[in-house]
């Protein structure tokens, strides 16, 4: 049997979790970034009343052509820090000393960017 199991598997499952976290806020910036060239390629290509086409160009705007991008590299960073997490953790686990729980400080910040983004992502396409 491996010495501390079930902390391991913790670990693992948790690590997971932030990866499948990290790849859904990944997939969500491409989605966007997908749906801003859509938009661009409609406003350009189509002969709209001014409304409409004012409309579209907001949507595209400065916000719009860098918020999917955002997610992507917050996506990155989530991913990125869950393997570091992972390792360290890991490797405190298998130490026979009692260590101190860690802060959360990354996870907090790139929780309060991502919440950041998407608020106003959502704010932007209410008011757009």
């Known amino acids: 049997m491996i010495r501390s199991y079930s902390d391991q598997a ?8 932030w990866i ?3 790849i859904a806020v990944i997939a969500f910036g491409v989605v966007i970034e997908k749906l801003n060239l859509f938009v661009l390629a409609i406003a350009s290509t ?10 579209l160009d907001k949507l595209s705007g400065p ?26 953790t890991a490797r405190l686990i298998d130490d026979q000393e ?12 790139l929780s309060t960017v991502l919440l950041l983004i998407v608020a106003g992502f959502s704010v932007y396409l ?3």
């Open 46 to 55: 189509t002969s709209l009343d001014e409304h409409y086409r004012t409309r």
């Open 20 to 22: 499948r976290t990290g």
């Open 126 to 128: 209410v008011l757009g």
């Open 10 to 17: 913790a670990n693992e499952r948790t690590f997971l979790a």
């Open 98 to 109: 009692t260590h101190s729980a860690g802060g959360v400080r990354v996870e907090l910040v």
């Open 63 to 88: 916000l719009g052509r860098y918020d999917g991008l955002a997610l992507i590299v917050v996506g990155s960073a989530l991913i990125i820090m869950a393997a570091a997490r992972f390792m360290r």
